[in-house]
C-alpha cells in the first residue's frame, strides 16, 4: 500500500495516526469524534458522538427517528441491528388499492431504533458517561452551526417535493426545516432548539424517555391525532439485537457484512462470484473487469430482492444464498454481454461513520431513508420520522411482504474488513442500493489495485440501477464507456456525484491508523 499514490484528482491524502481516527461525512461530526477521544473515550464513544451529532448537522439524511446498525471490533467482530419493525396495529388491509407503500406519510413509519443502538453501544463498549456523548450534538442544535455545501444542496432538493406536503403530519416538519418556504444555504447558520431538548432527555434518561417515557406519549399522542399508527406499545416493545455478522473471501480480504434484513449479503454474493473468476487477468482489460463487476452484482441484486427480508420470513438463509454451488451456477450466467435482470434497486438516504483507536474499531450507519423521511416531525421534538416502511412490497406471500410488527428490508450496511483473520477495518459507502455496489468496488480496489484507503474512495464509480441500464461517472474513461456499451449495457454518464454513494475507511497497517473520506461529500477523517 503505497500512501504517497494518488492516481485519482481528488487532492485529497490520507490522515494518520497511531491513537485514533475517526471519519464521517460532516467535518464538525468528525470534530465531535474526536473531542471524546481527547476527553478519555474510546471508538465507541466517538462514533456514538458523531452519529448523534449527524442527527442535527446532516438531517437530509438521517435524524434522531432513525434506523441504525453497526459492526463491531473489540478481538471478535460483533453485529448490531437497530432496524425497528412495523406498527402492530397497522393492517394489510390499510393498503388496499395500492400498488406500493406510501413514502411520505404514517403508513411508512416504523420504529426508530437508533437511540436504542446508542444506548446497546454504549452499554456494552463505551468508555465515557452516556450524557456526554451528546454534548457537541446539544452544541450544534442550541448555537446552530453552518451548513455545509452538500448538505445544504440536498436541502434546497427536497424543498419542493416537503412544501407540498399538507396534511397535518406534515406540518410541523415544514416549520422547522423548511422555515421560510425553503432550506438554508451553505454557510448559512441553522439551529433547533427542539432538537437540542429531545437529545437531552435521551442523555438524561439513557434513552428511556425515548421508548418508555415522556418522548414516546409524544410521538404515540401525535400518530393518534394525525392518523398513525405508532402505538407506545410499539416503541416499548423494541430492542436492538446483538446478530452474528456473515462475510465472504475475496484473495486474501475477508469482507463483512451485517446479515438480513439488510442488502449486505448482496456484496459478499458479488464478491463470490467474482472470487471464482480470474480478476487478476481481467483487471488489465478495465472492460472486461468492469463487466463482470456489473453483471455479478446485477444477479445478487435479482436474489436479495426476491428472498431479502426479515429473516423471521425468508424461504432462504443468509447460508443458502451464499453457498457456493448455488453461487457457482449464478456465476455460469454470467457471459460476455450484458444480461437483463428483473430487478430495481432501492433508494437511499443514509449517514455512515467509522471510528477506532487502539482496542476497537467501529462501523456505523444510521438512516431516515429517502433523504429526510417521512415528512413527519413530532411538534416541539425534532423528532423526524423514518419511512423504512416503504421498503416493504405488497405482494401476498412475498418474504418482504408488508405485515404488523415486521422489519422491512433494509438498504444501510456498514462493512468491515479482515486479513487472515485480523482487523484490517471499518469501511462504508452510503447511499441506498449504492451501497453494496460501493462495498465491491472499494474491496476490489484494496485487493487487485492495492490502492491506499483514499484512492480507493477517489476512484471513478459505476452503479447499476436496473435491467441493463448503468450509470458511470464522467472520470471513467471514454474507451471503457465504449466498450461496456459495445457489450450491451445501457450506459448514462452522471455527473451528479451524489448518486455514487458516499464512503469512509478507516485501515489498521502495522500500529498505524489511515483514515480517509471520499470527495463526494462534505466529509473529514481525523487522527493522531
Not at 447460508?319 to 460476455?336: C, G, N, W
Request: with cysteine.
Amino acid at each position: 500500500m503505497d500512501l504517497n499514490y494518488y492516481p485519482y484528482p481528488s487532492r485529497r491524502t490520507v490522515m494518520v495516526g497511531k491513537r485514533g481516527a475517526v471519519a464521517t461525512s460532516q467535518p464538525q461530526a468528525a470534530l465531535a469524534g474526536m473531542e471524546m477521544l481527547l476527553a478519555g473515550g474510546n471508538a465507541a464513544d466517538a462514533a456514538l458522538a458523531m452519529a448523534i451529532a449527524l442527527t442535527v448537522l446532516e438531517p437530509t439524511s438521517n435524524g434522531i427517528g432513525s434506523d441504525a446498525f453497526a459492526l463491531i471490533w473489540d478481538g471478535g467482530l460483533h453485529g448490531l441491528n437497530a432496524s425497528g419493525p412495523s406498527p402492530s396495529q397497522l393492517p394489510f388491509a390499510a393498503f388496499e388499492g395500492m400498488q406500493e407503500v406510501p413514502a411520505r406519510s404514517w403508513l411508512s413509519v416504523t420504529v426508530p431504533g437508533a437511540p436504542a443502538s446508542w444506548r446497546a453501544v454504549s452499554e456494552r463498549f463505551g468508555r465515557l458517561p452516556f450524557e456526554r456523548l451528546f454534548e457537541p450534538a446539544i452544541r450544534y442544535a442550541e448555537e446552530g452551526f453552518a451548513v455545509s455545501p452538500v448538505t445544504a444542496r440536498s436541502w434546497r432538493r427536497s424543498a419542493e417535493m416537503f412544501l407540498k406536503l399538507s396534511g397535518p403530519e406534515h406540518q410541523a416538519f415544514n416549520r422547522v426545516f423548511f422555515a421560510g418556504g425553503r432550506g438554508p444555504r451553505a454557510g448559512e447558520i441553522w439551529r433547533s432548539p427542539d432538537h437540542a431538548a429531545t437529545l437531552r432527555e435521551i442523555a438524561s434518561s439513557q434513552a428511556e424517555s425515548f421508548y418508555k417515557g415522556s418522548l414516546a406519549r409524544k410521538m404515540a399522542e401525535f400518530a393518534a391525532d394525525t392518523g398513525g399508527w405508532l402505538t407506545q406499545a410499539d416503541l416499548a416493545a423494541f430492542e436492538p439485537q446483538w446478530v452474528e455478522p456473515i462475510s465472504a473471501s475475496y484473495g486474501s480480504l475477508e469482507v463483512h457484512e451485517i446479515p438480513p434484513n439488510t442488502q449486505g449479503i448482496a456484496a459478499l454474493m458479488a464478491l463470490k462470484m467474482l472470487a471464482g473468476l480470474d480478476m487478476l487477468r481481467a483487471s488489465h482489460d478495465p472492460v472486461e473487469y468492469l463487466h463482470l463487476q456489473i453483471e455479478a452484482m446485477k444477479l445478487a441484486f435479482a436474489d436479495v430482492k426476491a428472498e431479502v427480508a426479515d429473516p423471521r420470513h425468508m424461504r432462504l438463509s443468509s447460508a443458502q444464498l451464499l453457498d457456493d454451488a448455488y453461487l457457482s451456477s449464478r456465476r455460469r450466467l454470467i457471459t460476455d454481454v450484458a444480461r437483463p435482470v428483473e430487478a430495481e434497486v432501492p433508494k437511499g438516504g443514509t449517514v455512515y461513520l467509522c471510528a477506532a483507536d487502539g482496542e476497537l474499531m467501529v462501523s456505523f450507519i444510521q438512516s431516515n431513508y429517502m433523504g429526510f423521511g417521512a415528512g413527519v416531525l413530532v411538534p416541539g421534538t425534532g423528532i423526524s420520522l423514518q419511512n423504512r416502511g416503504a421498503s416493504f412490497v405488497l405482494e401476498p406471500g412475498h418474504p418482504n411482504c408488508y405485515a404488523p410488527s415486521k422489519r422491512p428490508f433494509h438498504t444501510i450496511i456498514p462493512g468491515f474488513l479482515t486479513r487472515d483473520g485480523k482487523p484490517l477495518g471499518p469501511f462504508g459507502v452510503m447511499g441506498g442500493h449504492m451501497q453494496p455496489q460501493g462495498h465491491l468496488q472499494v474491496a476490489l480496489a484494496l485487493e487487485d489495485a492495492g490502492l491506499n484507503p483514499q484512492a480507493v474512495l477517489d476512484a471513478p464509480r459505476w452503479q447499476w440501477v436496473k435491467g441493463k441500464q448503468v450509470l458511470l461517472e464522467p472520470s471513467v474513461p471514454q474507451h471503457v464507456v465504449q466498450g461496456l456499451i459495445d457489450r450491451g449495457h445501457h450506459v448514462m454518464i452522471q455527473p451528479e456525484t451524489g448518486l455514487f454513494g458516499r464512503g469512509q475507511i478507516i485501515l489498521r497497517h502495522d500500529q498505524t491508523l489511515i483514515a480517509a473520506s471520499e470527495p463526494r461529500a462534505d466529509g473529514q477523517a481525523l487522527a493522531w
